[in-house]
């Protein structure tokens, strides 16, 4: 790895969970979608009036939305254990304190970035 500051590695990991986060909720939106696209699919077979052609034409897109519904599935079954850690009262505050500590870290990097050294001794004067 290049010569990451510290700042950067504990951005990492804040993004990680962040992004974790975020894919869990559009996994469970895109899961929640599908699952009324199949009751839809259903209903339109139960009220409606279909030829042999149209019947699979409608086969194949419920195949497709089936597909897409256990890609959601299976991302949140991935990010389960890390979304239920967070929502534990106690990793939260941990992950709340790990931003504030980031913060901290990033006031250190900036001053030591900037920091001037004067001489103390003069020499012979």
């Not at 969970?17 to 895109?30: G, T």
């Not at 009036?49 to 034409?57: N, P, R, S, V, Y």
């Not at 949140?76 to 913060?103: C, D, H, T």
Request: charged share 35%; glycine share 4%; hydrophobic share 30%.
């Amino acid at each position: 790895m290049a010569n990451l500051k510290l700042s950067d590695k504990v951005a990492d990991f804040c993004n990680l969970i962040e992004d974790c986060q975020k894919s869990h909720n559009y996994n469970l939106k895109v899961e929640n979608d599908c699952h009324a696209k199949t009751q839809d699919y259903l209903h339109d077979i139960e009220f409606g009036k279909f030829t042999l052609l149209e019947m699979a034409l409608k086969g194949v897109e419920q195949q497709k939305n089936r597909i897409e519904r256990r890609e959601a599935k299976n991302s949140m079954e991935l990010f389960a254990p890390i979304i239920s850690w967070l929502e534990r009262p106690e990793s939260k505050k941990a992950y709340n304190q790990l931003r504030n500590v980031l913060g901290e870290i990033r006031k250190i990097e900036q001053t030591q970035k900037s920091r001037v050294y004067t001489h103390k001794y003069k020499g012979g004067e």
